[in-house]
């Protein structure tokens, strides 16, 4: 039997984790569930003995470093080198810094798992790390790269990205700072593995909670209704995989036909097995039978639900759909919380797939063919290619390499330039990620503050007394001129010491451009007994009066003792046109950028003279189209303040940590989140579609459609959380509690029906009503949260027993409510026998 299953696959091939997968269930549904265990039971005692047998053990000798690590850590460093120039110079601000520096050492942390991959395979196939971490028997490639990889960025208690990522391995011991950074991360892991399970526990509850009562209580419901299974037709094999596990186990709603030669391939009511959803995978779209448009006002229909996935055939009469459906959606985020954990609270983005360089040389492709330039978000130069691409690293004549580009990647490095081993030269974006970003990203209003104490000056800004504005582009910046600021007490005193004049209020003095009689002066410099001042802004700010003699003291307000610096001739100096200055010009305010060994940053040319340049000493931040601006041009600023805030889009660690909150998000179906309206929440979208769709049709169908338009969007989103972490939920237990969430509608006019404005009511038993009346009454769809539903079902033992128990008794208390003890937690409560199992069929 096991030959057969070899011949069909290929024969001496490695039986790992997935391959004996693969095999038990290709047994099971060839043979059977009894002589599989058979089989489970032959398989756990051969892997026993050869264990025994092998004693495969782990040393210190084992983990092998590879030994591009310093090579990768070193191209790295130069590329981050380059983006601390582009900060100091104003041309990005601090956060893209940040997010560039999280998705290099990410691509080098990926790069090294790569390498260090390849070091195992081409040295030492049968290393037992390697063995032991690629069977799936223990491990995951995760902990081995932190072990004789890098650690790489961790999260800190907030889950945001701590820009000092930690480059030792666990073999090489961390530095100081390195463990402290490490704790972090690890104290996170812990603290999320208590708090977050006990959210995932809660969660869980609630859903069991709204689908105890959907239990399978007849064989079918006759409805005509179902939902369409889109399979796209450009699928890889893996996506082919994914569209097959949606059909299987399902029941066809209508006859599927083929077109050319008009046989039927399947007929309505039939199941889909593998077999059947082979055939039919080639038409577009499919429709089926589904919990969301079962007919029976409590509980499931067993054709509605089809197959039970846990042995393959229809499920039975009496089956617990719903607890099995809360089950399935709480489990893995249980399972998952406990992830962060084991990878020690270390970081876990996405990341691009990066080509690099396999050796030094002279890169060279055309770039002017098949593609375009752009600016990426970070200020590179860059070229994107539209078809595939080849380009080629040279040595030397006889050491050369191609490198073949699929589309849509994006080359960093321009032609004829050099390159060294390991540098990245372009990274590869798939068309989802160029036309829509994967990750989620938060965005938050982030402040940013002056690091010195100085005078404002705006560049490319434009201010005005309503609002400031950004004249060209989004590439304004604003100046920090450093000075230092005193207080006024600390000017009166120095004043007083220094023996500086005294001035009466209607004194006359001199300017040094034209004699003022009184204290209005607008310009900057100001002569008092042959003696210059230098003040900014408003006269007024920058004088003292004493209330005793009626005298004025004039104040120096901005000291710029120390904050000047003298560049000889021989220093690099660069203006923002990237010239060098000539000897002798003078500058009024433009940007130079010096460079020697210690010191890198931006400063204002004051003078240059014939050996040597004044310069005074400056800091520059770039603005956004978006930031708004609460400074004024001209003004002196102390150091940490808040010079403008701007809106700064993060990406946190992707981990169920954050998927949890999201899927919650949806389950409770919340408007808002931290005080803000969340935009396109499900009861706006809701709304919208139902009187977009009330101008074409009648309120039945309109109702209908609507609410089959947002129970799509819903699993959709809840999905791609748990698909994001690897983690396959079937549509069908989301189906059950969506139906759950969407099962009711508001009445807006009664018609003819005894039932009252306002009420909630089951869509299907208004549609039941309304068959039977000549004035229907109109109703409108609503979405019910898990925690509302859970206190709003027909059994009031069960909405007490969950939560608010003193506030349902009383009022059921007061309304004479009946529990017609449907589902199972009410019967639990009683102490009755529950409604459901094999013994429920004889109940029927």
């Given at each position: 039997m096991i030959n057969k299953y070899k011949n069909k696959l290929q024969s001496n091939k490695t039986f790992d984790k997935g391959e004996i997968k693969k095999l038990i269930n290709w047994f099971i549904k060839n043979y059977g569930a009894i002589r599989t265990t058979k089989l489970l039971d032959k398989l756990k005692s051969l892997g026993f003995n050869f264990t025994t047998k092998a004693g495969i053990s782990l040393g210190i000798e084992d983990l092998k470093i590879p030994e591009t690590k310093k090579l990768l850590f070193?191209?790295?460093?130069?590329e981050l080198n380059h983006f601390d120039i582009k900060l100091k110079k104003g041309e990005i601000n601090i956060f893209q810094r940040l997010e560039k520096i999280t998705k290099t050492w990410n691509n080098t942390n990926e790069n090294l798992k790569k390498d260090l991959i390849n070091n195992f395979r081409q040295t030492d196939i049968l290393n037992p790390v390697y063995i032991m971490t690629f069977s799936g028997a223990r491990g995951n490639i995760s902990q081995i790269r932190q072990l004789i990889g890098m650690r790489g960025l961790m999260s800190d208690s907030q889950g945001e990205i701590i820009g000092l990522p930690i480059k030792s391995n666990l073999k090489e011991g961390l530095k100081v700072t390195e463990y402290f950074i490490s704790c972090y991360g690890a104290r996170k892991g812990l603290v999320d593995t208590a708090l977050k399970t006990a959210?995932?526990?809660?969660?869980?509850?609630?859903?069991?909670?709204?689908?105890?009562?959907?239990?399978?209580?007849?064989?079918?419901?006759?409805?005509?209704?179902?939902?369409?299974?889109?399979?796209?037709?450009?699928?890889?094999?893996?996506?082919?995989?994914?569209?097959?596990?949606?059909?299987?186990?399902?029941?066809?709603?209508?006859?599927?036909?083929?077109?050319?030669?008009?046989?039927?391939?399947?007929?309505?009511?039939?199941?889909?097995?593998?077999?059947?959803?082979?055939?039919?995978?080639?038409?577009?779209?499919?429709?089926?039978?589904?919990?969301?448009?079962?007919?029976?006002?409590?509980?499931?229909c067993q054709i509605c639900y089809g197959w039970n996935l846990g042995n393959g055939r229809m499920v039975e009469l009496g089956e617990s759909v719903g607890i099995l459906a809360a089950q399935s959606i709480g489990e893995p985020g249980t399972q998952l919380t406990m992830r962060t954990f084991h990878t020690g609270g270390v970081f876990t983005g996405e990341t691009e797939e990066t080509i690099n360089s396999p050796h030094n040389g002279i890169i060279s492709y055309d770039a002017y063919k098949?593609?375009?330039?752009?600016?990426?978000?970070?200020?590179?130069?860059?070229?994107?290619?539209?078809?595939?691409?080849?380009?080629?690293?040279?040595?030397?004549?006889?050491?050369?390499?191609?490198?073949?580009?699929?589309?849509?990647?994006?080359?960093?490095?321009?032609?004829?330039?050099?390159?060294?081993?390991?540098?990245?030269?372009?990274?590869?974006?798939?068309?989802?990620?160029?036309?829509?970003?994967?990750?989620?990203?938060?965005?938050?209003?982030?402040?940013?503050?002056?690091?010195?104490?100085?005078?404002?000056?705006?560049?490319?800004?434009?201010?005005?007394?309503?609002?400031?504005?950004?004249?060209?582009?989004?590439?304004?910046?604003?100046?920090?001129?450093?000075?230092?600021?005193?207080?006024?007490?600390?000017?009166?005193?120095?004043?007083?010491?220094?023996?500086?004049?005294?001035?009466?209020?209607?004194?006359?003095?001199?300017?040094?451009?034209?004699?003022?009689?009184?204290?209005?002066?607008?310009?900057?410099?100001?002569?008092?007994?042959?003696?210059?001042?230098?003040?900014?802004?408003?006269?007024?700010?920058?004088?003292?009066?004493?209330?005793?003699?009626?005298?004025?003291?004039?104040?120096?307000?901005?000291?710029?003792?120390?904050?000047?610096?003298?560049?000889?001739?021989?220093?690099?100096?660069?203006?923002?046109?990237?010239?060098?200055?000539?000897?002798g010009e003078f500058f009024n305010i433009n940007q130079a950028f010096t460079e020697n060994k210690k010191n890198k940053y931006c400063n204002q040319i004051v003078q240059t003279g014939f050996n040597k340049v004044l310069l005074r000493k400056a800091n520059v931040y770039l603005t956004q189209k978006t930031s708004k601006i609460n400074i004024k041009n001209n003004f002196l600023i102390k150091k940490n303040n808040v010079l403008f805030q701007i809106l700064y889009t993060k990406e946190k660690t992707t981990d169920?940590?954050?998927?949890?909150?999201?899927?919650?998000?949806?389950?409770?179906?919340?408007?808002?989140?931290?005080?803000?309206?969340?935009?396109?929440?499900?009861?706006?979208?809701?709304?919208?579609?139902?009187?977009?769709?009330?101008?074409?049709?009648?309120?039945?169908?309109?109702?209908?459609?609507?609410?089959?338009?947002?129970?799509?969007?819903?699993i959709n989103k809840i999905q791609s959380v748990y698909e994001s972490q690897g983690v396959k939920v079937s549509d069908k237990h989301m189906?059950?509690?969506?139906?759950?969430?969407?099962?009711?509608?508001?009445?807006?006019?009664?018609?003819?029906?005894?039932?009252?404005?306002?009420?909630?009511?089951?869509?299907?038993?208004?549609?039941?009503?309304?068959?039977?009346?000549?004035?229907?009454?109109?109703?409108?769809?609503?979405?019910?949260?898990?925690?509302?539903?859970?206190?709003?079902?027909?059994?009031?033992?069960?909405?007490?027993?969950?939560?608010?128990?003193?506030?349902?008794?009383?009022?059921?208390?007061?309304?004479?409510?009946?529990?017609?003890?449907?589902?199972?937690?009410?019967?639990?409560?009683?102490?009755?026998?529950?409604?459901?199992?094999?013994?429920?069929?004889?109940?029927?």
């Open positions: 070193k191209n790295t460093e130069i959210n995932s526990g809660y969660l869980t509850r609630r859903l069991v909670y709204v689908a105890q009562g959907q239990i399978i209580k007849q064989p079918d419901c006759g409805t005509k209704n179902g939902i369409i299974i889109s399979v796209s037709r450009k699928t890889n094999k893996s996506e082919y995989k994914i569209e097959k596990e949606k059909l299987i186990g399902r029941v066809l709603a209508n006859d599927i036909i083929d077109e050319e030669s008009g046989k039927l391939v399947a007929s309505m009511g039939q199941d889909i097995c593998e077999y059947i959803a082979k055939k039919i995978i080639k038409i577009r779209k499919i429709y089926v039978r589904s919990p969301l448009t079962c007919r029976l006002n409590t509980g499931i098949d593609g375009k330039e752009i600016e990426t978000k970070y200020g590179e130069k860059a070229f994107f290619t539209l078809q595939e691409k080849k380009i080629k690293v040279s040595e030397n004549k006889f050491h050369q390499s191609i490198i073949k580009l699929p589309k849509y990647t994006t080359i960093f490095v321009k032609p004829n330039k050099k390159v060294f081993s390991e540098q990245i030269l372009a990274e590869r974006s798939t068309w989802q990620q160029i036309i829509q970003n994967k990750s989620e990203k938060y965005k938050e209003t982030r402040q940013i503050k002056t690091k010195i104490s100085g005078q404002i000056y705006f560049d490319k800004i434009k201010s005005s007394k309503e609002k400031v504005k950004i004249e060209k582009g989004d590439k304004g910046k604003i100046w920090i001129l450093s000075g230092n600021i005193l207080s006024n007490k600390l000017l009166v005193q120095n004043l007083e010491k220094e023996n500086y004049t005294k001035i009466k209020k209607n004194k006359n003095f001199t300017t040094n451009k034209k004699e003022i009689k009184r204290i209005n002066d607008k310009s900057h410099r100001i002569k008092i007994n042959n003696k210059t001042f230098t003040y900014f802004g408003r006269f007024k700010k920058n004088v003292i009066i004493n209330k005793k003699n009626k005298t004025t003291l004039l104040v120096k307000r901005l000291n710029l003792q120390n904050n000047f610096l003298q560049i000889t001739k021989n220093s690099k100096i660069y203006t923002n046109k990237k010239q060098k200055i000539k000897v169920i940590v954050q998927g949890l909150p999201k899927i919650e998000e949806f389950l409770e179906a919340k408007k808002t989140s931290n005080l803000e309206i969340i935009r396109n929440n499900p009861h706006e979208k809701l709304k919208k579609e139902f009187n977009k769709l009330q101008k074409k049709y009648n309120n039945k169908t309109t109702s209908r459609l609507s609410i089959q338009k947002i129970q799509k969007f819903l189906e059950i509690i969506i139906k759950q969430m969407t099962s009711k509608v508001i009445i807006k006019e009664q018609g003819d029906s005894t039932l009252l404005t306002g009420e909630l009511i089951e869509l299907n038993k208004i549609e039941k009503i309304n068959e039977n009346l000549k004035g229907k009454a109109k109703y409108e769809p609503i979405i019910l949260g898990i925690s509302k539903l859970s206190l709003s079902s027909q059994s009031f033992i069960s909405e007490a027993s969950f939560q608010e128990t003193t506030r349902i008794l009383t009022k059921s208390a007061i309304e004479g409510r009946i529990d017609w003890l449907y589902g199972l937690k009410e019967n639990i409560v009683i102490g009755n026998l529950i409604p459901v199992g094999t013994g429920y069929k004889n109940q029927l």
